[in-house]
């Protein structure tokens, strides 16, 4: 059977095995939220025979969903816990957010830049009933100070350096997962850990490419 004529369970299933668990993602609670989302309701209806397929898909406004593998490794990397508060910069298609929902215990906000993408990714995480994810319209690149501090923060688009803002809110002990680098250029996937005393450590996992991060008027 062609893989775009299974049922979105079988999809889901083998995206999965064949091309998360096999690039060594190992995190359970991270395999089962991949498992339960269903990939092609966060994709344009042009997209979805495609929503399995471990690349990248547009979404309109010059913007993607990552690579099931990237958001898994991504998710793996933040080290969430039962009671984490976790912060998402780029909701976009409001996939990533989803995944977080899924870790038992997580508490999820989203800030999107993209007024149209801001509406219609709360809308569809609303209608699969996530209460426990809180969207916002904004700059992400300033993080939700009223929020703050973070358990961990992710960032799903790449700006030039760490935002300085993100870094702040960061709680002790918490984990900042972010792509850096020029559009188009060399881009590298960070981890920044906040230590008690407020020093960072930083952890390089490899190149990866990212749309750049979309700046407000400030």
């Known amino acids: 059977?062609?893989?775009?004529?299974?049922?979105?369970?079988?999809?889901?299933?083998?995206?999965?095995?064949?091309?998360?668990?096999?690039?060594?993602?190992?995190?359970?609670?991270?395999?089962?939220?991949?498992?339960?989302?269903?990939?092609?309701?966060?994709?344009?209806?042009?997209?979805?025979?495609?929503a399995y397929g471990d690349y990248p898909l547009p979404?309109?406004?010059?913007?993607?969903?990552s690579q099931p593998y990237i958001v898994a490794l991504?998710?793996?990397?933040?080290?969430?816990?039962?009671?984490?508060?976790?912060?998402?910069?780029?909701?976009?298609?409001?996939?990533?957010?989803?995944?977080?929902?899924?870790?038992?215990?997580?508490e999820?906000?989203?800030?999107?830049i993209i007024p149209e993408l801001a509406a219609a990714a709360c809308r569809q995480l609303e209608e699969m009933g996530y209460d426990n994810v809180h969207c916002r319209q904004g700059d992400g690149y300033h993080g939700w100070p009223d929020e703050a501090p973070f358990d961990a923060i992710i960032v799903t688009a790449a700006p030039v350096h760490p935002p300085k803002p993100l870094l702040d809110q960061l709680a002790p002990g918490g984990r900042l997962v972010v792509p850096v680098g020029t559009a188009g250029g060399f881009q590298t996937l960070w981890k920044y850990v906040k230590r008690s005393d407020g020093e960072v450590e930083s952890f390089s996992h490899g190149g990866v490419a990212f749309v750049p991060l979309t700046r407000g008027e400030r």
Do not use: N
């Not at 979404?59 to 969903?65: C, E, K, V």
């Open 59 to 65: 979404i309109g406004y010059g913007q993607t969903i």
């Open 108 to 112: 999820v906000y989203t800030i999107e």
């Open 74 to 106: 991504m998710t793996e990397l933040l080290a969430l816990k039962e009671g984490d508060k976790v912060l998402e910069v780029g909701t976009g298609s409001g996939y990533q957010a989803a995944i977080l929902a899924e870790l038992p215990g997580v």
């Open 1 to 50: 059977m062609a893989p775009e004529r299974e049922a979105p369970e079988e999809r889901g299933e083998h995206m999965v095995s064949d091309t998360i668990e096999r690039r060594g993602v190992g995190d359970q609670a991270v395999l089962g939220a991949m498992r339960r989302v269903p990939r092609h309701l966060f994709v344009p209806e042009a997209e979805q025979r495609y």
